[in-house]
């Protein structure tokens, strides 16, 4: 998943600390996304309209998922990202996806003269662009996350990526994606790394998710200045019936 040369950057830039990183859902929900949080116990997790993530302590006990059954109610789903947990018997797991958890060590970060701010009025097309191109989960109000930038053409949405978990010192930039028929141009990396740039000026370190089976997402990644922190797991568990 990593060459040796991602490896050595790793080592050098010292990215295996950053505990808030190992559950940012969690850090997320407790520090600057509370607002948006619904909680029950130690269990926690976005309102669902949002995004699906929620998140529990680390090392949870009995009581945290009787408390996230509580949450999600009878057959509801809980979207674990990044940690790894093994819930009791009575969950099934409906998703265990390997990803990988990216850290921006020396991206080339810039404003984008053709980025736009993206706003409520944009979510349908959003929506639409994310249907097509599935780079992970959006919901009508992600958008309030953070801020979301687009690039059009002919007055038509035709990339876009924004901020998703925010937590103390860091923000993930996610739902970067291109329609099908302008891929190849740099429009993704453009808004990478205006991202990058605005994230870096608010003091935060940019961070990303991808998927494990993305290759070239991931090479690409690498190539704008992150490097793989960790690999991780995107599990979905369903609760009792």
Same mark, same amino acid.
């Given at each position: ?8 950057? !790793?080592?050098?830039?010292?990215? !295996? /600390? ?14 600057? $996304? ?12 976005? $309102?669902? @309209? ?58 080339? !970060? *810039? ?5 736009? +701010?993206? +706003? ?13 191109? *599935? ?6 109000? +992600?958008?309030?996350? /953070? ?7 002919? @007055? ?33 990396? *453009? ?17 990303? $998710? ?32």
């Amino acid at each position: 998943m990593t060459d040796r040369i991602t490896d050595e950057r !790793a080592l050098e830039h010292g990215v !295996a /600390g950053h505990p808030l990183l190992d559950n940012p859902a969690l850090a997320a929900l407790t520090g600057p $996304h509370a607002r948006f949080a619904q909680r029950y116990g130690g269990a926690l997790r976005y $309102h669902p @309209d949002v995004c699906p993530m929620a998140a529990l302590p680390d090392s949870p006990t009995g009581q945290d998922w009787s408390d996230a059954a509580e949450l999600v109610g009878p057959g509801g789903s809980l979207f674990l990202p990044v940690v790894s947990n093994r819930p009791p018997a009575d969950w099934d797991t409906t998703m265990d996806l390997p990803g990988v958890q990216m850290i921006d060590v020396g991206a080339d !970060a *810039r404003p984008d003269d053709e980025a736009v +701010t993206l +706003t409520t009025a944009d979510v349908p097309e959003m929506t639409d662009l994310v249907q097509r191109t *599935r780079p992970g989960p959006f919901r009508p109000r +992600t958008i309030e996350m /953070g801020t979301y930038l687009g690039i059009r053409r002919n @007055d038509r949405l035709i990339a876009m990526g924004g901020e998703r978990l925010s937590l103390p010192g860091y923000t993930e930039i996610s739902a970067v994606c291109t329609a099908p028929e302008f891929r190849g141009l740099g429009l993704a990396s *453009r808004l990478v790394l205006d991202l990058a740039h605005r994230i870096r000026n608010r003091g935060d370190t940019p961070i990303l $998710h991808a998927d494990a089976r993305n290759v070239g997402a991931i090479r690409l990644y690498q190539q704008l200045g992150f490097v793989v922190r960790r690999e991780v797991l995107f599990q979905v568990f369903t609760a009792p019936q």
